[in-house]
């Protein structure tokens, strides 16, 4: 029995460059969403769509709030039940 071995060149595929997009993390940058946020909050006539707007932006910062003292507490009490 003959085995019979046959090479041939394999064809390298095109290096292709990858493009990074070099920016901050977030669409907006920090000085865009400074200016929006004191253009927001110096509103002079109250609409409808402002008040809503307020009222949500102070919900989610109170569910925040609540939530990190929440996991703050948790963790005391795992502390004081570890060490006693």
Sequence with gaps: MKSLVK???LESF???QALYHNS???ILNSNYKAV???N???LKKPSLFSIKQRLKSKQYNTSYA???MLKVAVFVVGLLIAFN
Aim: charged residues 5%.
């Design 24 to 26: 901050p993390l977030g």
């Design 7 to 9: 090479s041939q060149p």
């Design 36 to 38: 929006a946020k004191q």
């Design 14 to 16: 095109p290096q292709t």
């Design 40 to 42: 927001f909050n110096s």
């Design 66 to 68: 609540v939530a990190g």
